[in-house]
């Protein structure tokens, strides 16, 4: 497509229910990142994809969080048994990757409400 | 610890005039800049970027900066428009490794009619 789909564009959950959230990104960007973005605040790093492979897993708050990339386009972000800190929005980006600067295309973001 | 810091939260600029957005950093590895701009209920969207071997770039009505020793940079916009209100998040990458991108906590742009 155009540009980054994310669906849900917004999810409320119970404390202790799992979500899953997704992320189409731009047709042929090799990167795909997921970030975190609390109110007030900036995105917070969550994970890195290259292709199908997890190269960067190291902003994942907990092993509640768990991302997926199994054919290297779609992506899923799951959070189990949610607690009430997960509230945020979860922001997924792409870019082209390879050697060099590149810039991160977002997507609207997947708004999460943990009640 | 915050590798990439904006410390105004908010910033109010008559339109017409200049608004002069300041961004910090501490990683020495850090070699490539970005602004990005965010409306409400959308993702950031890239404005405007600098390698560490330039101190300047200029698109249209944006101004980039970089002082390397001082590990610091700005975002000017002349002249600044109703429409420029927004966060606006200074961001910063290592691109020895990959894409990673590490963002501030972003400023607040009101400009004034």
């Known amino acids: 497509g155009a540009g980054v789909s994310q669906s849900p564009r917004y999810k409320v959950a119970k404390r202790g229910q799992d979500v899953a959230l997704r992320c189409d990104p731009i047709s042929g960007h090799v990167s795909l990142f997921w970030y975190q973005q609390a109110l007030g605040q900036g995105p917070e790093f969550l994970t890195y994809f290259q292709n199908e492979a997890q190269l ?34 979860y922001l997924c980006a792409s870019s082209r990757g390879g050697a060099g600067a590149n810039v991160l295309t977002f997507g609207a973001g997947s708004r999460l409400t943990v009640l | 610890d915050q590798q990439v810091k904006q410390n105004s939260p908010s910033l109010s600029v008559q339109e017409g005039r200049i608004s002069i957005l ?32 330039k ?34 998040f200074c961001a910063a990458s290592a691109t020895t490794s990959y894409d990673k991108v590490i963002f501030g906590p972003g400023t607040s742009l009101s400009v004034i009619p």
């Open chain 1, 56 to 89: 960067d897993k190291s902003g994942l708050p907990s092993d509640r969080f768990f991302a997926e990339r199994p054919e290297g386009s779609v992506s899923t972000l799951k959070i189990q048994r949610t607690q009430q800190e997960d509230s945020a929005v």
């Open chain 2, 22 to 53: 300041n961004c910090d950093y501490t990683n020495s590895m850090f070699d490539y800049f970005l602004w990005y701009k965010k409306y409400p209920a959308e993702g950031p969207t890239f404005l405007i970027s600098i390698s560490s071997i």
């Open chain 2, 55 to 88: 101190d300047k770039n200029e698109d249209g009505r944006f101004t980039v900066f970089l002082n390397k020793s001082a590990k610091h940079l700005s975002l000017h916009i002349v002249p600044s428009q109703p429409g420029d209100s927004a966060v606006y």
